[in-house]
């Protein structure tokens, strides 16, 4: 299963389980960055700083590359959408910033640089140690819980963006003029057949 499919499947499960926040301040942190992008002029991030921002920017193409389907989390503004977020939910601010703080903790204790400076090896095998919760040692604990919450704000931010809605492939809200029933080879998949 490749990466953007897992993540994928954690984006549409559902959403009051998955996430701390509710699912309309979702959809209001994605229409106002959708407007503030088209308006052109370059983002101001309100919450992180530069260095923060530029984190952000590299974590969450780590977790939402760009592949021949669609683009990566900052090509569909998910920087945008966490500085929103973080803006309009001050409990969200502290976690993430503190999260953001121990990825260049440990990179600088490991590799003697920030996450930002580092290679794309040295981020990997960081990564590798606190994506996977039931393999990572306790002194991970707290890069582990980060890292969690922060892939799923990733995964909500792509999927709930205009390209993450096209990558889902989401057919809903289109009006059918006709219904001609169930596809014939989903039914078969079911083992069913209309009588």
Known sequence: MKRREAVRLLAVAPLAAAFRWAPESVRQAAVQTR??????????????TAHEWETVRVLVDLIIPRDERSGSATDAAVPEFMDFMLSDDPDL?????????????????????????????????????????KRATPEHAAGVAFFNSFRDLTASGFWSSK?????????????????????????????????
């Open 35 to 48: 407007a503030a992008l088209t308006r052109g002029a370059p983002y101001e991030p309100k919450v992180f």
């Open 93 to 133: 601010e502290t976690p993430v910033r503190g999260g953001l703080a121990w990825l260049d903790h440990e990179c600088d204790d490991r590799y003697g640089k920030t996450f930002v400076a580092s290679s794309d090896a040295e981020r990997a095998a960081l990564l590798e140690d606190i994506a996977w919760p």
């Open 163 to 195: 390209m993450g809605i096209a990558d889902l492939q989401y057919q809903g809200n289109s009006f059918v003029t006709e219904w001609r029933g169930c596809p014939p080879e989903a039914l078969a998949k079911l083992g069913v057949r209309y009588p």
